[in-house]
């Protein structure tokens, strides 16, 4: 869990055989420590610090939370958190964030995940939840369970010592202050309040989340500093934060520490060119660690040679539609579309079939339809286009989508598509 784009989606496997053990049920308070411990030891058994404990237990949503038993001994475990994600229009769309999914390793090959993975969708269509959203451990497993992969992101090892950044003009009547963090959590929250409409796959922060981001075990720091924070302001308004740690090293030739960026969120162009500036100039300090950006962060494009950033892209949010016609009705296209989708879910039936889709930047309807289906695709297809971050057209390129209509696919990819690219960075 945490925020690095990783999640507790995991764990051992199935491949089919005999079946789970027993049918997954719903959690009991008096059963988490049990519960936990299969998932940690599912991912390698290396206790989590004791504060992060005491805040996932305390997050636990136990209605909401799955787990499948052999006898006393607890072999399965899943959990969904009630979620509103923006969609591109900047609706916010009930979601489930499927997370805390791990099999004991005794227990492959008999269904067990699948046994988890098939309730956990049933609940979610009956909580009228059209979207289920998770991060995989592992890519390769829940592709067959209908998620596909709707947005990456950047990381990179910046070297600060041999890059300059440009900046917009405007800079420099940001100022920065420090703060600690725990004393401006709020201001920092305002912030990222702020910024939730406006980028698909951002998550509106439900109570207690905010905490996720303090957490600062030192067994976490890898040699660096405790949890470090400025706080940005223009005009007497606070516009963005920065949360980051520095790393002291020092060689030869003198000092060589890095800056680990945990998080950086600016309400405007100005504001976030002032915070990426300062952790390209902290003192002592010659490159900058970033994890899980946005693909489309303007720091790409200000630096004086990208290739000493070494960026790197990763798959980061995985998305299934849980029900077609009300997920594609709740978000907006950028261009008219008018396309009937013949789509395919064997993992939930309810959703194979026929769906005319109408939409604009206005709204949108989908329905059942009977009329000749112009795109053939899988539901995996629908969900990594849903947030506007894959191409249509570039699924359909890839043999993953099926043009029956000339031209249909081109049209829907334009429609489909978001001038801001998606990104989650919230952790779950």
């Given at each position: 869990m945490g925020n690095d784009g990783i999640g507790r989606t995991g764990g051992s496997g199935d491949l089919g055989g005999s079946g789970p053990v027993s049918g997954p049920r719903t959690l009991r308070p008096d059963e988490w420590d049990t519960w936990y411990g299969t998932l940690i030891r599912a991912f390698g058994g290396v206790p989590e610090p004791a504060e992060e404990l005491a805040l996932y237990r305390e997050l636990t949503q136990y209605d909401r939370s799955?787990?499948?038993?052999?006898?006393d001994e607890c072999v399965g475990t899943a959990g969904a958190f009630a979620f509103r994600m923006t969609v591109p229009g900047g609706a916010r769309v009930s979601a489930a964030g499927i997370t805390m999914v791990g099999v004991a390793a005794t227990h492959r090959r008999r269904g067990v995940l699948t046994s988890l993975m098939r309730?956990?969708?049933d609940d979610v269509r009956s909580w009228g939840e059209p979207l289920a959203v998770l991060t995989a451990s592992e890519p390769a497993i829940y592709g067959r369970f209908g998620y596909g992969a709707a947005t990456f992101q950047v990381n990179a090892e910046i070297e600060t010592d041999r890059v300059r950044l440009s900046v917009p003009?405007?800079?420099?009547g940001v100022r920065l202050r420090y703060a600690a963090p725990a004393d401006v959590l709020d201001l920092c929250e305002?912030?990222?309040?702020?910024l939730v409409p406006g980028r698909p796959g951002m998550l509106a922060r439900r109570p207690g989340w905010e905490r996720l981001g303090l957490l600062d075990p030192e067994s976490g720091r890898d040699g660096a500093s405790p949890l470090q924070c400025v706080v940005a302001r223009r005009d007497g308004e606070v516009t963005g934060y920065a949360r980051f740690r520095v790393r002291p090293d020092w060689g030869p030739t003198g000092h060589n520490g890095t800056v680990v960026l945990e998080d950086l969120a600016g309400l405007d162009p100005v504001t976030r060119a002032a915070l990426w500036r300062f952790l390209f100039d902290v003192d002592l300090t010659t490159r900058l660690t970033v994890r899980g950006r946005p693909v489309d962060e303007a720091w790409q494009y200000q630096v004086s040679d990208i290739r000493r950033c070494r960026p790197q892209l990763r798959d980061a949010l995985y998305v299934r539609l849980v029900d077609v016609g009300a997920a594609l009705s709740a978000r907006t296209y950028q261009a008219p579309v008018d396309v009937v989708f013949e789509v395919e879910d064997a993992f939930c039936p309810w959703n194979e079939g026929r769906w005319r889709l109408s939409g604009d930047a206005k709204g949108a309807s989908c329905e059942r339809t009977s009329d000749a289906a112009d795109v053939a695709l899988s539901v995996r297809e629908l969900g990594a286009a849903y947030l506007g971050g894959v191409s249509l057209a570039s699924l359909g390129a890839a043999g993953r989508a099926r043009e029956l209509r000339s031209g249909a696919l081109?049209?829907?990819s334009v429609g489909f598509g978001s001038d801001v690219a998606p990104w989650?960075?919230?952790g779950f």
């Open positions: 799955l787990g499948v038993w052999d006898g309730r956990q969708l003009e405007g800079t420099d305002a912030v990222y309040a702020r081109a049209e829907a989650l960075p919230h």
